[in-house]
């Protein structure tokens, strides 16, 4: 059983979910309950389906993968989930924080951005992009050479009193097997376990996680150059650009779409294209390359 701290969510699982740090808040009933139980094959009144996902007309969402689980978010406080046999928790709890943490972010009136965060000098940084853009890779390093971490692969966005906020998720990283070469793990360590298959969590040392939302200075969208290119970063000044580039980034966006959520998105996107620098970054995946910007990143959430 877990009692732990999601996004500003009690988060109570009967799944262990370790990587969540204990909530030490109110004693407020659950935001989020998560349990194991049965769960339907379908959803009656599908308005969106495909090979994993099913969204109702009411709401509920219905996350299938075989050989793993069924994970059934039946409103924003239930989470139900159907172990398959011969699955590993590892990959149920992927599921669990991955695309269900999308999804309850829709439900919930979230900004869910694919990217992770960084915390620096009390300012969040955004590394957005692509599954294999190298975003994880990225934070780890910058959190070796100082900064804090916030959330990984899901940046939870609230506008809060105007103002774009980040919501801390758990302190672990998820990195696959050709990225780990690439970090110095002097200030890491490798979790007991991996989250899934070839990924490995990394859980940064000596450095506390807090759960007050951090504000968003600014946002880097991640490229790999050509063969022939050169590393290069720049400031996406149009607004209709930034727009499209936070669309683009949506986390699970049919499912947004599904739940009607397309005006919502729209509207706080606006809000972080007017207050919050945009970059489009290309650079090498490589170690080299990181370190050479590190401090011109690093420099993106201060300036």
Known sequence: MTDGFLCGWRVVSE????????????????DVAVRVAATPRQLDDLV????????????????TVDGIATCLVRSPSEVIVTPHPGSHSDEIKLLLLGSVLGFLCHLRGLFPLHGACVEIDGWGL???????????????????????????????????????????????????????????????????????????????????????PVPLRAIAFLEQPA??????????????AIMAKLAAEVFRPTVAKALGRTRDLFVMQGAVARCVPVYQWRRKFDLTAMCMW??????????
Do not use: Y
């Open 15 to 30: 799944i262990d979910l370790p990587e969540l740090v204990s909530w030490t808040g109110d004693d407020r009933i659950p």
């Open 48 to 63: 969106h389906h495909d090979q994993f996902i099913q969204v109702a007309q009411d709401g509920a969402i219905l996350l």
């Open 126 to 212: 955004v590394l957005a992009g692509p599954s294999g853009a190298g975003k994880s890779t990225l934070a780890a390093h910058l959190i070796n050479h100082g900064c804090g971490l916030v959330a990984d692969d899901v940046s939870a966005i609230e506008i809060i009193d105007g103002v774009p906020h980040v919501w801390p998720a758990f302190p672990r990283l998820k990195l696959c097997r050709d990225a780990v070469h690439l970090v110095d793990f002097a200030g890491m360590e490798l979790g007991p376990t991996s989250l899934i298959r070839d990924k490995f969590h990394h859980v940064p040392r000596d450095r506390p996680f807090s759960t007050t």
């Open 227 to 240: 063969i022939d290119e050169t590393d290069w970063l720049v400031q996406i000044g149009s607004a209709p």
């Open 294 to 303: 590190t401090d011109r990143i690093k420099a993106l959430a201060t300036e």
